[in-house]
């Protein structure tokens, strides 16, 4: 087991292998313990892990941006009751219990985060990025939402307003991003291939069909 | 808590670093950490809020320095021993000493798919009417409390308006600490840039939090 001294040295990449076996190794004990006392059953973990590297991600929540901008209707919908809008899709669970939807305007770009800890909606998303988590976003989306857009390559007019949604309560976002120009004629199934992940939280844009080629 | 934790505003963090085709799982033990912290919060044991609690608890130099996964299994580690299911003696010897308690269930493959479905909701019948209108302009309160809350320390004592009233849902800052649901009026609160961040602040920028009722007061 590893000592607590040397808990913060890991942003030295000299002692970056250690620190990670250390970790690896703490997992493990606690993995045997819990199994050793029929706490667990290691099994239930594989059915954990292949449900979020395959069944549920962002291509959900592509699905219900493609539906929202082909069907004013289903747009509505979401817009009044996101979680039932949702759900008709298949898509619920999770951190995705109650779910609302914000719409990107020409006039508002909508970006979410969450400060306090890594509130993030799974049944649409999946499992959130690393970046979503960590310091660095959950410190800067909420004072320099622009900085931050910038690392991610997004520029947008200075005129146009930022809403950045903090998640300190169990309601979960995501962003409908703004339908790409000349689009009219794809179906629902292309158009859910320019919805990105990133756009869904706000650190995107929905691709061009130039980009999706 | 004024934790680790509560990290809106603060300077220094560096960049971003978003990392391109990321892979859900960096390695095999964050899998087994996502499998871990799920399996044990199927005990039933603790709630999402003690488990936030126990999370944030953690030293500061700690939380920001571990991945999130890490501060998982940290804060996992935490909630086992609190509630008897494991001792600190057992997790550092890697094997099992003792029977310790049993859990009220315990989380079999056959089972993963229907509680992965069904989540967790918290939404709960309020015993009052919402005090609050989507238009009001309200105050949030200023307050330090040593226990969990999820209002942050950016958005304390700042004046704002009501956008939406949400619903009613269990109030974290008691169920974390096992005093019941207490389930309170959940309103979306927006506030201007300026208002959070002074001069200088981006004047395109609004930020809204989903706010408890009771951090809130009329101005």
């Known amino acids: 087991m590893t000592s607590h001294s040397d808990d913060g040295d890991h942003h030295d990449h000299d002692h970056h292998d250690n620190h990670f076996s250390a970790v690896q190794a703490r997992v493990k004990a606690l993995e045997t313990v819990l199994t050793q006392k029929g706490l667990i059953d290691p099994a239930a973990i594989d059915v954990i892990v292949d449900t979020y590297e395959t069944k549920i991600g962002p291509r959900n929540g592509a699905r219900v941006v493609a539906k929202a901008w082909s069907e004013p209707d289903f747009a509505d919908w979401l817009r009044s009751d996101a979680t039932a809008a949702i759900a008709s899709l298949g898509y619920t669970g999770r951190q995705g219990e109650h779910m609302r939807a914000v719409f990107n305007t020409p006039e508002t770009h909508n970006l979410v985060v969450c400060t306090l800890c890594s509130c993030y909606p799974w049944s649409v998303l999946g499992l959130p990025p690393v970046w979503y988590k960590a310091p660095p976003y959950r410190s800067r989306a909420v004072i320099d939402p622009r900085g931050v857009l910038d690392e991610f390559g997004v520029t947008l007019p200075d005129t146009k307003k930022i809403r950045v949604w903090d998640s300190t309560a169990e309601l979960r976002y995501i962003v409908i991003p703004e339908r790409p120009f000349g689009t009219e004629s794809l179906d629902q199934q292309a158009l859910a291939d320019l919805v990105t992940r990133d756009s869904m939280i706000g650190t995107g844009l929905a691709k061009s069909v130039g980009e999706a080629r | 808590m004024n934790g680790a934790q509560d990290l809106g505003g603060q300077h220094g963090m560096g960049p971003v670093a978003p990392e391109k085709d990321e892979p859900y799982f960096h390695a095999e033990w964050e899998k087994r950490a996502l499998g871990l912290t799920l399996s044990c919060g199927a005990f039933g044991a603790w709630t999402i809020d003690e488990s936030r609690h126990a999370r944030e608890s953690l030293p500061p130099a700690t ?69 609050f209108a989507a238009g009001d302009p309200v105050r949030t309160k200023n307050f330090n409390p040593e226990t969990h809350t999820r209002l942050p320390r950016y958005a304390r004592a700042k004046k704002g308006f009501i956008e939406a009233v949400q619903g009613s849902f269990v109030f974290p800052d008691d169920n974390a600490h096992g005093k019941g649901e207490n389930p309170q009026w959940v309103y979306t609160v927006v506030f201007d840039g300026e208002e959070i961040w002074g001069e200088g602040a981006d004047p395109t920028l609004t930020v809204s939090i989903d706010a408890w009722e009771s951090y809130l007061e009329r101005v």
């Open chain 2, 63 to 131: 939380y920001l320095s571990a991945s999130y996964y890490e501060i998982w299994i940290r804060g996992l580690e935490t909630l086992l021993k609190r509630h008897g299911f494991v001792s600190a003696a057992e997790l550092a010897a890697g094997q099992m000493l003792d029977n310790g308690r049993e859990p009220k269930r315990i989380l079999t493959a056959d089972m993963v798919p229907g509680v992965l479905a069904k989540g967790g909701p918290c939404d709960r019948p309020a015993p009052d009417q919402p005090l």
